[in-house]
């Protein structure tokens, strides 16, 4: 089954950034900078984060994998993995839009 995979990136080094831009250039849609919009099955998700884990600097970058649905069904689903540092949401506690 394939589902939608948001991947998106921050990469500290230059050289790095371009190798990992590459690889998921191979996954996926270039949408935003850093960010790709990805059809992938569980085996091209977890060929893509081996890929990955092997260029980038492990606490200095981070790649995001935010799963949206099943490509059939566009179901949501909110699952969000991360390689690299951690993921940290923003607090928005207190702030007026």
Request: proline share 2%.
């Given at each position: 089954?394939?589902?939608?995979?948001?991947?998106?990136?921050?990469?500290s080094?230059?050289?790095?950034?371009?190798?990992?831009?590459?690889?998921?250039?191979?996954?996926?849609?270039?949408?935003?900078?850093?960010?790709?919009?990805?059809?992938?099955?569980?085996?091209?998700?977890?060929?893509?984060?081996q890929l990955?884990?092997?260029?980038?600097?492990?606490?200095?970058?981070q790649?995001?994998?935010?799963?949206?649905?099943t490509?059939?069904?566009n179901?949501?689903?909110?699952?969000?993995?991360?390689?690299?540092?951690?993921?940290?949401p923003?607090?928005?506690?207190?702030?007026?839009?």
């Amino acid at each position: 089954m394939r589902r939608y995979v948001l991947v998106s990136y921050d990469i500290s080094d230059p050289k790095r950034w371009r190798k990992v831009y590459k690889i998921v250039r191979g996954y996926g849609t270039h949408v935003q900078y850093s960010v790709f919009l990805c059809q992938l099955t569980d085996q091209d998700e977890a060929e893509l984060k081996q890929l990955l884990l092997d260029v980038i600097h492990h606490s200095m970058d981070q790649v995001i994998f935010a799963r949206l649905g099943t490509v059939q069904s566009n179901a949501a689903e909110r699952n969000m993995t991360c390689i690299g540092r951690d993921f940290v949401p923003l607090d928005l506690k207190g702030l007026v839009f």
